[in-house]
């Protein structure tokens, strides 16, 4: 079988109008993701030498992303992205300069605070919007190889973006690193929103019915993102244990590469799933993908050394883009009219808070346990994943019909 046939269906993908140019600007619109964080550690901690006071002030910026990513998925799903995205670009570009200003200049350090929420605040999730327009443009069979795609584009991006502000921000200066994912975001952002032929369309609702608020937040949703906050859980512990065990086996450099081979790991595992045509259901089939990752994980138990790591990083990779890519598809596939980009923001808000969660956990057992025995915690988070998924399968087989809003309130006057 030739490569081309075997490619074949990515090439269809980018074979609709104006696919590649909307996919292209959404990757680099996603630098800021795993830009910011680690560069508002860097900033700070070269300003301060606190890395206590660096975490706390990253930490805040990534939990204000992860509260503002639902909020604006509904303000596009009612407004429109091109609109919404030109104000919160301008945010963007003005509360991550003021930040970087605030540090520089010694401003008080509640201000710092403020403005690293307002920084993370103003920045919609990016990748929710893309995978918005494909869904908009394709049919489920299309929208299965479209998030794989994806996929394997945010690990692209991660795989890219921690070096990238490191070298920046050591080599250059600290908040050039910073500076740099603000940039590319506001960049990504302004591309995304000039291309209004593939802008999903609006939900409109019809004016004679009455007028409710709804909840996207459906059974099925609330699954996908409480075991997206367990595996979120076990990239961020695993990032923070990595570094700290090959430091204490004498190759600090080496935890980039190690880190990598989980990431390559997740790419190839995208690739083949986004080509796959799988038996059973959606549900089924996330039910299934989170027990593989949460089995995958407790190889980690087993890690004494860079060469182990490094093997079981490659295992344990191969399963984290089939149960992204399972979930969102599954969440796509029950949404509710006009809650499409807040129900796909929501998916990210679980996998962000997990993180966040899972480095300060993750840093709390390497200081008690030393690097080696922390592999536990995601090793018992990815467990936890699988768990979760199973438990709740019996919910997951009965979705309510599409349009049935988890909670309904009517909006008098």
């Known amino acids: 079988m030739s490569p081309r046939t075997l490619l074949g269906p990515y090439l269809r993908l980018f074979a609709v109008p104006g696919a590649g ?20 550690v860097l900033l700070v901690e070269g300003a301060t030498g606190s890395y206590g006071l660096a975490g706390a002030v990253s930490g805040t910026l990534a939990l204000s992303y992860s509260v503002a990513g639902p909020l604006w998925g509904r303000v596009m799903d009612r407004g429109g992205q091109a609109v ?31 403005l690293a929420a307002a920084t993370g605040f103003s920045s919609p999730n990016i990748g929710s919007l893309v995978r918005a327009r494909w869904s908009a443009l394709l049919d ?36 050039v690193g910073f500076l740099t994912g603000i940039v590319l975001g506001v960049v990504g952002g302004l591309w995304l929103a000039a291309q ?9 609702a019809d004016p004679a019915a009455p007028k409710r608020r709804r909840s996207v937040l459906t059974p099925t949703l609330l699954v996908v993102v409480v075991t997206y906050l367990a595996v979120g859980t076990v990239f961020g512990s695993i990032d923070v244990v990595v570094v ?25 595992a995208g690739l083949v799933y986004g080509l796959a045509r799988l038996p059973g259901s959606l549900a089924a089939r996330f039910v299934a993908t989170a027990v593989a990752f949460g089995l995958a994980a407790q190889v980690l138990w087993g890690v004494g050394s860079l ?107």
């Not at 209004?196 to 409109?204: D, G, I, K």
């Not at 998924?389 to 909670?407: F, Q, S």
């Open 21 to 40: 140019r909307f996919s292209f600007a959404g990757w680099v619109g996603r630098f800021p993701a795993p830009m910011l964080g680690l560069g508002a």
């Open 84 to 114: 919404v995205l030109r104000l919160t670009m301008a945010a963007f570009l003005v509360t991550g300069a003021a930040f970087v200003a605030a540090v520089v200049g010694d401003a008080p350090r509640w201000s710092w605070f403020l």
């Open 140 to 175: 489920p069979e299309g929208r299965q190889t479209a998030f794989a795609f994806e996929a394997v584009a945010d690990e692209v991006v991660f795989v890219l973006g921690p070096p990238l502000v490191t070298l920046l921000a050591t080599l250059i200066a600290p908040p």
């Open 196 to 204: 209004r032929a593939t802008e999903p369309p609006l939900h409109v």
């Open 244 to 268: 700290g065990f090959a430091e204490e086996e004498g190759a600090h450099a080496l935890s980039g590469l190690v880190l990598a081979v989980f990431a390559f790991g997740s790419l190839v």
């Open 307 to 413: 060469p182990v790591l490094v093997g079981c990083g490659f295992l344990a990779g191969l399963t984290i883009a089939p149960v992204l890519v399972s979930g969102t598809s599954l969440v796509e596939s029950r949404v509710a009219p006009g809650g499409l980009t807040e129900s796909l923001a929501w998916t990210i808000t679980g996998l962000t808070v997990g993180v966040t969660a899972g480095s300060a956990v993750a840093g709390a057992a390497v200081d008690a346990w030393g690097a080696e025995a922390a592999f536990a915690v995601p090793a018992l988070a990815g467990g936890l994943a699988g768990l979760l998924a199973l438990g709740c399968a019996a919910v997951l087989r009965t979705p309510a019909p599409l349009g049935t809003p988890l909670v309904e309130e009517r909006i008098t006057g």
